[in-house]
């Protein structure tokens, strides 16, 4: 098959053959970016996928490791383990040849540029011989004319005069006409042979950018042949271990690690018992009691009742005869008093060294246990200034000088520490009440609260155990703080809402929030409509702006458009947390074209390229242009400004079907481009709000705190028709609002309106919002509020645009940003 040549196919009429085939070449770099991001995210799979069987291998070598079975384990470990060393080698091998293809695009930079200096005198022959075209086409028509008016002149008997009038008039246009043909003929020669050259030269950029992407795309599919070729040797050595281990295997491995022996358990046979040796082991105890020392012990039946018992004990286990008989009456026996108790011997001191009466020793001689003789007297009667009772310290010392056997001591034990669990819960209690008692009066949004001596109500109107653990008790409320400067409310305005202490987190009744309720969209400026809609007159603008552009323009004038920044802040407050806050800003960027360029552009098959910058861009997260219409340069290295221009032939078509729809319009607006701008929680919000409810069965009381902040916003930059929606269910019959509130009995929702809020409001545009709800079926359930405003000729994110090159000018500019979902919550 033979290559199609450029330097033959890119001529055409209108000679626009030079732009397709400079716009085709920009279009390669595009194409090794997208290049270079397929294969990162392929990359970025693949090493997902061998971090993940990594983890897979290691939860096998945690499987059990007990049974038959276990060894099977280790050959699924190890073949997971080689399959994850696969993928992060074909992972290392992307990653290189990323790099390749950057490379590749950076040089590919610099050759373009480099052509683009080369083919400079083409483009000045291309819009010679455009231009001298133009210029060709008149002077054409101009020599018609005249021709046609001189032959007129004849016909109709006009005067001598008249006709050599018209004569010179032809004369002066039939040498224009042909000095345009020769100019014309003069360029076409140069404009041929530039044109044949650029040709090649772009044929051969093109040619040598496919060899060097086909390249990279073959490095790419032999990484991943490689690495499946990897892939299915580990699976068949995963196989063929599978294989091997056999049942056989596994059940000698199992009894080679875990046997307990092979030697089998020998016979034992019958002998007969030997009285005499049994006799003599069976050394009979005494059982020790549970007794309390100094107390009397029973005799105990079991071991004195016995006539085989008293037996043993006179032979002390060994058989009669053998110690021969023992004098009980010589016997060394304890002497007793009359009410039972033992006398102590008299003892001298050298006896007493070795008497062994306080050995500890475990032997017969201390199964009886000592006594001790105590004497309860009976309780003096008591004087008149004596205490009949004692003191806690005086019952303390007490009990701690009374001791008990170690059975009924432990259990005391146990009991004290019931008894210092209990008290230490007690004290935890105690102490989160003083917690949570020192966190009501912190407020991080709004600042601390005034002392009470700077309240209208002394504190006693909202005691200490009216916190947010228990409802508070309704009466007179305490005013929100408020500088100085601001003038106090009378009581009277005041009189019957209740004022809500101001905790760090909402009460307990307001933990269980149903869902953030659909926020109907305010006021949208996403595009511009009408003529009205783009008036400097009726709409604030960002510089000067010469006004509406007129319908019918001209071919050689410079078109103009406009152009409307649009953007939506979305927020959720939860309390008065400032970490709880979640933002996300987005704007869209619309240009307005007016109805006449239209037939320029479908007169003109090659007209100018509308090229534009964003300025101010590096608080754009991400740009997402219109990809059937725009084109940007991904090689551009500020990333405080892009440049982008438009693909005119599909714009044209796009404008000439709108155009079809809807042709009494004067203006049409295209969506050219969104964005998302980057925040940082509550420090990008517009105006900061936190919520607190009080719900009891009778009555709610809801406040909403508001803060203008001038950090997310421009100077000078205001909030226009703020509005303030809160849903309160529970059956409302009345409502008080300070400010004064809108109630709708259908929707069970209460709206506040406000005028324009900014730095030089009242307060520097803090304030707010309270209003208390009279219930017939209380308590009501926290709700969540939605918040509506906007603010014209401002945006948050700053961004600017700029027309780049000729043939365009901007006469308009029109910014503007509004809420999206903008909600709070307690």
């Known amino acids: 098959m033979t290559m199609a040549l450029f330097q033959d196919s890119f001529w055409g009429e209108k000679n626009n053959g030079f732009d397709v085939l400079y716009h085709n070449m920009k279009h390669g770099q595009i194409s090794t970016k997208e290049l270079s991001d397929f294969i990162r995210e392929r990359a970025t799979i693949e090493e997902a996928y061998a971090r993940s069987m990594t983890k897979l291998a290691k939860s096998a070598s945690n499987f059990s490791q007990l049974g038959t079975f276990a060894p099977v384990w280790d050959v699924f470990k190890t073949s997971t383990e080689k399959l994850a060393i696969c993928h992060l080698e074909l992972v290392r091998k992307l990653q290189e040849l990323i790099k390749e293809v950057q490379k590749y695009g950076e040089d590919q930079v610099k050759a373009h540029k480099k052509t683009k200096e080369e083919v400079a005198t083409t483009l000045e022959a291309v819009q010679n011989i455009q231009s001298l075209s133009q210029a060709l086409q008149k002077s054409k028509e101009n020599y018609n004319n005249k021709s046609v008016d001189q032959e007129r002149l004849r016909k109709e008997g006009a005067t001598q005069r008249e006709v050599d009038k018209a004569g010179v008039k032809t004369k002066k246009a039939t040498e224009s006409y042909k000095l345009y043909v020769e100019k014309y003929a003069t360029a076409k020669s140069e404009f041929e042979q530039k044109m044949s050259e650029t040709a090649q030269k772009f044929q051969d950029i093109e040619e040598a950018h496919i060899q060097n992407m086909k390249e990279m795309i073959h490095s790419y599919s032999r990484s991943i042949e490689e690495t499946h070729l990897q892939i299915g040797e580990v699976h068949n050595e995963f196989v063929n271990n599978m294989e091997n281990t056999t049942v056989e295997n596994l059940i000698q491995k199992l009894a080679e690690t875990k046997g307990t022996g092979k030697e089998r358990p020998g016979p034992i046979e019958f002998e007969e018992c030997n009285t005499a040796i049994v006799t003599e082991g069976a050394k009979p105890r005494k059982r020790k009691a549970f007794a309390i020392p100094g107390r009397r012990k029973d005799k105990d039946t079991d071991s004195t009742e016995s006539t085989e018992a008293e037996s043993v004990k006179t032979s002390n286990g060994a058989p009669s005869g053998y110690y021969g008989r023992i004098d009980l009456q010589n016997a060394n026996v304890p002497q007793v008093d009359e009410e039972g108790f033992c006398i102590k011997p008299e003892i001298n001191e050298n006896d007493a060294k070795d008497s062994t009466f306080y050995s500890s020793s475990d032997s017969d001689d201390e199964d009886e246990p000592r006594r001790f003789h105590v004497e309860i007297k009976p309780v003096q009667p008591n004087n008149g200034n004596h205490q009949a009772l004692s003191s806690i310290d005086e019952l303390k010392a007490t009990i701690s000088n009374i001791t008990l056997s170690p059975s009924t001591s432990g259990q005391l034990k146990r009991n004290s520490s019931s008894d210092e669990l209990a008290r230490s819960r007690l004290q935890a209690s105690y102490n989160d009440r003083r917690v949570n008692s020192d966190l009501l009066s912190l407020d991080p949004l709004f600042g601390p609260p005034l002392d009470a001596s700077s309240s209208a109500v002394s504190s006693s109107a909202v005691p200490l155990t009216a916190r947010p653990t228990t409802p508070l008790a309704s009466g007179t409320i305490v005013p929100p703080p408020r500088p100085s400067s601001r003038p106090k409310l009378s009581a009277t305005k005041l009189a019957g809402i209740t004022e809500i202490a101001r905790p760090f987190s909402p009460p307990k009744n307001c933990n269980a929030s149903p869902?953030?309720?659909?926020?109907?969209?305010?006021?949208?400026?996403?595009?511009?409509?009408?003529?009205?809609?783009?008036?400097?007159?009726?709409?604030?603008?960002?510089?000067?702006?010469r006004g509406p552009s007129p319908v019918s323009l001209g071919s050689q004038d410079s078109l103009p458009i406009a152009v409307a920044f649009t953007e939506s802040v979305n927020a959720y407050f939860k309390g008065a947390d400032p970490s709880k806050?979640?933002?996300?800003?987005?704007?869209?960027?619309?240009?307005?074209?007016?109805?006449?360029?239209?037939?320029?552009f479908t007169?003109?098959?090659?007209?100018?390229?509308?090229?534009?910058?964003?300025?101010?861009?590096s608080k754009l997260e991400q740009v997402?242009?219109?990809?059937?219409?725009?084109?940007?340069?991904?090689?551009?290295?500020?990333?405080?400004?892009?440049?982008?221009?438009?693909?005119?032939?599909?714009?044209?078509?796009?404008?000439?079907?709108?155009?079809?729809?809807?042709?009494?319009?004067?203006?049409?607006n295209v969506d050219i481009l969104k964005y998302q701008v980057s925040s940082s929680g509550i420090q990008s919000t517009p105006l900061n709000l936190a919520v607190y409810w009080k719900c009891s069965p009778s009555t709610t009381d809801v406040r909403v705190d508001y803060r203008y902040n001038p950090e997310a916003l421009p100077s000078r930059a205001s909030l226009s028709s703020i509005q303030v929606l809160v849903p309160v269910d529970g059956g409302v019959t009345s409502m008080q609002s300070l400010p004064a509130a809108l109630w709708n009995a259908e929707q069970n929702k209460a709206l506040w309106k406000m005028s324009d809020v900014s730095e030089k409001s009242e307060n520097e545009g803090s304030g707010s919002l309270r209003a208390k709800f009279e219930l017939s079926e209380g308590p009501s359930n926290p709700a969540t509020l939605a918040v509506q405003f906007f603010s014209e000729g401002h945006t948050l994110?700053?961004?600017?645009?700029?027309?780049?090159?000729?043939?365009?000018?901007l006469s308009l500019t029109k910014k503007r940003f509004t809420t999206g979902r903008y909600m709070a919550d307690c």
């Open 624 to 668: 997402l242009p219109n990809q059937q219409l725009l084109f940007s340069d991904p090689s551009q290295s500020d990333s405080n400004s892009k440049d982008f221009w438009l693909n005119m032939q599909a714009l044209t078509a796009y404008l000439r079907k709108m155009s079809e729809q809807n042709p009494a319009v004067s203006y049409y």
């Open 603 to 617: 007169n003109n098959p090659s007209p100018a390229v509308l090229s534009f910058r964003l300025k101010n861009t």
């Open 797 to 809: 994110s700053g961004v600017e645009m700029e027309l780049v090159g000729t043939g365009y000018r």
């Open 515 to 545: 869902p953030p309720a659909p926020l109907a969209r305010a006021e949208s400026s996403s595009s511009l409509s009408s003529t009205a809609s783009l008036s400097a007159a009726n709409t604030p603008t960002v510089g000067t702006s």
């Open 581 to 600: 806050c979640i933002v996300k800003i987005t704007g869209d960027m619309t240009v307005s074209f007016p109805s006449g360029i239209i037939k320029i």
